[in-house]
């Protein structure tokens, strides 16, 4: 996933405020740095791509906390965007702050352990928001927001000292396990170093011989940019609380401009055009479909028209063939002295049930109230089923050459 990674602006950001970004499309390495305004910043390509917002060290203050015991053992759920949660934190941390605890915003480390001090990140609360108001105008959503600089935590040893060049004079940033410190580059910084122990120390190429020189220790050179893409993989992430519900409200924003962007955009003409003509080939289509539909249905009405005038060439109007045909049928079998039987739709249904293998009748005959199928001589043991079925009805079935006759019982 492409990621743009910027550093907000401290103290506020104007329309003419440049941001610091890197742009890498692995997470691993630069594709690109530099400083724009927010209007000019890159936009992070492929799909997927999202911005992640950098909090500058000297926009943070950290504290040390130990939770209530069930508070504590729910850091690792969902527990860290619950109102409930920050009361408690604001009582905790009430006598360390400067400010009152309405007008800060508190960030909790996701991976505390059990029952163990808890770091939170405080900064101020009005000025995170607007400086995210001023990054609205990219079209990634923040996925994410991390600190410039944490306290280590766990297995880490070795402290971390980065100088920076973002003041005059250049800053020391040290990092330990004791918190975040931050200091002018001179005697003090190098006292702050020198109590920190094993300390790996990094600085701009602009200061990085001052450094050397200032601290008495070997420094490696790194630019802004490798600093803020390792800050890419901190764990940390500072949008809860009331930033959480926040980053879902931009979300919906964003689609909603997406929208308004692929309904206006010139680069997006193609893809409308597109989609009117997917829509119009789907109207013809449909057209097409219920044309030929409609084309059977007319063949099948001729068809059963057809039928009706070579079975019944008598009836000279047809309103309801089907019902005219039930009519005709019925007045047939009465005319042939099967009025008080079963139907002749019946008995074709008695032979077929009861002689299923009995090939299908080459003509039909109505003659002296009997029923006569011509086809295949029927086999005996036809008769005898076919026999059995109609005995109850008062009809028996007997083979006379190719001849299936149903006559009534008795008749010889």
Known sequence: ?????????????????????????????????????????????GRGSAVVAVVPARAMSWHQVTLPGTMARSLRGRLAGQPRLRAVLAGLLEEQLLDEPEQLHFAVFPGASRD????????????????????????????RIVPEFAPLQGGDSVATADVTADGVPAQLVLCTAQGVTLLP????????????????ICAEPAVAAL????????????????????????????????LSATRRSRFLKELALLGASLLQAPQWRPLRW?????????????????????ALL?????????????????????????????????????????????????????????????AAPSAIELIDGELRLQGPPPAPEVVAALSSRLAAQGWAARAQGDLLVIQPQGRP
Not at 185 to 200: I, K
Not at 278 to 286: H, I, M, N, Y
């Open 298 to 358: 007319d063949e099948k009405r001729q068809w059963i028209h057809a039928l009706f005038i070579r079975a019944l060439p008598e009836v000279s109007v047809i309103v309801d063939p089907p019902r005219q045909m039930e009519r005709a049928v019925a007045l047939l079998q009465e005319a042939a002295g099967l009025g008080n039987g079963p139907g002749l739709v019946d008995f074709f249904m008695t032979v077929a049930e009861a002689a299923p293998d009995y």
């Open 116 to 143: 163990a001090p808890v770091w939170v990140a405080v900064c101020q609360r009005a000025w995170l928001v607007d400086a995210l108001q001023a990054l609205a105008v990219l079209p990634q959503r923040i996925l």
């Open 211 to 242: 450094a050397g020189q200032t601290l008495g220790r070997p420094v490696r050179e790194q630019t802004r940019g490798q600093r803020l893409l390792h800050a890419l993989h901190s764990p940390w992430n500072l949008a809860q609380f009331e």
């Open 274 to 294: 597109g989609l009117v003509l997917l829509l119009l080939t789907q109207v013809l289509g449909l057209n097409v479909l219920a044309w030929k539909e409609q």
């Open 185 to 200: 580059l001179g005697a003090a910084a190098a006292a702050w170093v020198q109590l920190a122990g094993p300390t790996e």
């Open 1 to 45: 996933m492409s990621t743009l990674i910027v550093t907000l602006a401290f103290p506020a950001a104007t329309a003419a405020t440049e941001f610091d970004y890197v742009l890498s499309t692995d997470g691993t390495s630069l594709s690109a740095e530099g400083h724009a305004p927010a209007a000019l910043l890159p936009a992070s390509p």
